[in-house]
């Protein structure tokens, strides 16, 4: 079945670093991997989809790359600011073991703390 | 995208009841889901609930334990039976939308059991 990791689980930067968080997924086959924003006790934000097809997607600050062969995906957060504190979720869409184009497999996340 | 809207925000219920979730979405939408997230956990998908047709669970999900209702195309409800202290997590409803399936999330619902 499609596994997803992400590393690190937990990230403590100093505000305006650039950092990258990661995303590692099993089955390349997948057909789009989307990055998600989790507040506390809150429900989840999308930032950016990218479509198995797609190198790379930018969203203002935020820059997310695939690799499907490699079975990678990257989140890069540039100038970040402590509004950027969460937690980061990235999912990958089907795969075949994913299941259909529309399931999602969920890493763990990422919680990512910006210190002013 | 879409604005999803859940009742109730949190609830704490006792062992042996039940609680139904309701989720709304401003536009009409095929494809809704269902998920949980345990404490500390990333979310695990409970089922897809289609309008116009049985919802289809994962596997360790079954229908006695969650029902699901889809009466249009904006509207589900998520109904959590029986519930045990191990029912205590947020639930959340999605939608996907066009051609990509991208997702969208309700806030959530924390459910405590007691």
């Known amino acids: 079945k499609q596994e997803v990791t992400q590393i690190p689980a937990a990230l403590s930067v100093p505000e305006g670093e650039n950092l990258v968080l990661n995303c590692s997924f099993t089955?390349?086959?997948?057909?789009?991997l989307q990055w998600f924003r989790q507040d506390p006790g809150k429900g989840l934000t999308s930032l950016l989809l990218?479509?198995?097809?797609?190198r790379e997607q930018t969203s203002g600050r935020l820059n997310a790359s695939l690799d499907k062969s490699s079975g990678r995906s990257t989140l890069y957060i540039a100038a970040s600011q402590p509004g950027d504190s969460a937690t980061y979720l990235c999912a990958a869409h089907g795969g075949y073991s994913g299941g259909s184009n529309y399931k999602l497999t969920f890493g763990k996340g990422t919680l990512l703390t910006v210190n002013p | 995208s879409a604005v999803i809207s859940q009742k109730p925000s949190r609830d704490i219920c006792q062992r042996g009841t039940s609680l139904t979730i309701q989720c709304q979405v401003d536009?009409?939408?095929?494809?809704m889901f269902w998920y949980r997230q345990q404490p500390g956990q990333s979310l695990t998908l409970i089922a897809t609930a289609n309008q116009g047709s049985e919802a289809t669970y994962e596997s360790g999900f079954v229908i006695d334990k969650f029902p699901i209702s889809r009466p249009n195309l904006t509207f589900s409800t998520l109904t959590v039976s029986n519930m045990s202290p191990e029912d205590s997590s947020i639930y959340l409803c999605?939608?996907?939308?066009?051609?990509?399936?991208?997702?969208?999330f309700g806030p959530g619902t924390r459910l405590t059991v007691t």
């Open positions: 089955d390349s086959a997948i057909y789009n």
């Open positions: 999605s939608v996907s939308a066009g051609v990509v399936y991208e997702q969208y």
């Open positions: 990218i479509q198995s097809s797609q």
């Open positions: 536009s009409q939408v095929t494809m």
